[in-house]
């Protein structure tokens, strides 16, 4: 998919925004190597995941605060600020190894507020937007934000098939470790 087709491709989805190289490299060589230093916990998929503020419980679907040792770093709040996020209180890393993804979802309607934004680190993929028949492709680059409100949040699903290359600009690009880091506000 090319950059052009991309962007017409998004625009069907009301309430979905994307930009590439919102972060430097540097800043993206500090978040990895911060995250990378951090203790992993295994999500359904066998994910690797962190979570900071709360903790989003997939087995119950519960959400519960998290003690002060697992409150934000100041480095994901200083980043949501430079985003100009709509101030997140919870925020779960994802790391996908290649070939591993992610089934169609919406983040949790009853826990998480209208806005969830998605930092992609250090490989790209493709997410696929999806409601009933339509889907929607995007290729997430490295260093890119998309964020999901409205339309895009409540009534569109978005998953990452379980593969190991994606088709970018007409070439196979295979990919690598991705990490995700994905800002959320709980509901009060």
């Not at 066998?46 to 605060?65: A, H, L, S």
């Not at 999806?130 to 569109?156: F, H, N, Q």
């Amino acid at each position: 998919m090319d950059k052009i087709s991309q962007i017409t491709s998004l625009a069907q989805v009301q309430g979905a925004s994307y930009e590439d190289y919102v972060i430097t490299y540097e800043q993206e060589s500090s978040l990895l190597e911060y995250i990378a230093d951090r203790k992993w916990t295994l999500a359904p998929g066998n994910r690797e995941v962190q979570q900071y503020g709360y903790y989003y419980d997939y087995n119950t679907r519960t959400i519960k605060e998290l003690k002060e040792d697992n409150a934000i770093p100041q480095i994901f709040q200083d980043i949501a600020d430079e985003l100009k996020l709509d101030n997140p209180d919870q925020i779960i890393i994802n790391k996908y190894e290649p070939g591993q993804g992610i089934a169609a979802h919406m983040d949790h309607l009853k826990w998480f507020a209208d806005e969830i934004a998605s930092l992609t680190l250090g490989s790209g993929t493709t997410m696929i937007l999806k409601r009933g028949k339509k889907a929607v492709p995007i290729y997430l680059e490295p260093r890119s934000l998309i964020k999901l409100t409205g339309d895009a949040r409540y009534k569109w699903t978005h998953q990452i098939d379980g593969k190991k290359t994606d088709k970018v600009n007409g070439k196979i690009v295979p990919r690598e470790t991705r990490i995700s880091i994905t800002f959320r506000k709980v509901k009060n």
